[in-house]
């Protein structure tokens, strides 16, 4: 999915150097129950990223219910109960080209047991990663070989544009 703004005024520059990226991540256990707290947070905070896991998301629960002022919504739901991922990306970083990376691009993405939602965004690549505990050594490395798939994947499409950051 590449989801393509009109550019707008970055703030995200200092005397013409780019400054890094300022990001809020947290495990919640349930982010509807949440959605209040995390507005106070990200209100005083003003992160350029919120990543959450465990968001207990799913298709019945509308991106409105879970909305952030000036904040664009990327979420993965699980299936099951439990899990799923949620990116909020500031409105300043609209202006950048974002995509998302999909089965379509990386097909073991949805077969390694862990969750993944890794994102383009401009010139930094974000990749959420919600690995839970298994007591199997062959998960985890089915894992760590789709995680590196998505990072070769991601840094191979990033490889036209210099300074890449990876969050």
């Known amino acids: 999915t590449e989801i393509k ?4 005024e970055k703030k995200r520059k200092s005397g013409g150097k780019a400054v890094q990226p300022s990001v809020l991540l947290s495990n919640v256990r349930s982010l509807p129950g949440k959605v209040d707290e995390i507005m106070l947070l990200v209100s005083q905070c003003n992160p350029d990223f919120c990543a959450f896991i465990e968001t207990w998301l799913n298709h019945d629960i509308p991106d409105t219910s879970i909305a952030l002022d000036n904040y664009f919504i990327i979420r993965k739901d699980r299936d099951s109960a439990g899990g799923g991922l949620i ?10 080209n974002v995509r998302v990376i999909t089965s379509s691009d990386v097909p ?60």
């Open 87 to 96: 990116c909020y990306l500031s409105n300043s970083y609209l202006c950048e």
């Open 5 to 8: 703004r009109e550019p707008q």
């Open 108 to 167: 073991s993405i949805n077969d390694c047991g862990s969750e993944l939602l890794p994102i383009i965004v401009g010139s930094l690549l974000i990749i959420l990663v919600y690995h839970p505990y298994w007591n199997d050594s062959a998960m985890h490395l089915k894992c760590i070989d789709c995680l590196t798939e998505n990072i070769d994947f991601s840094f191979t499409t990033l490889l036209d544009i210099h300074n890449s950051d990876i969050i």
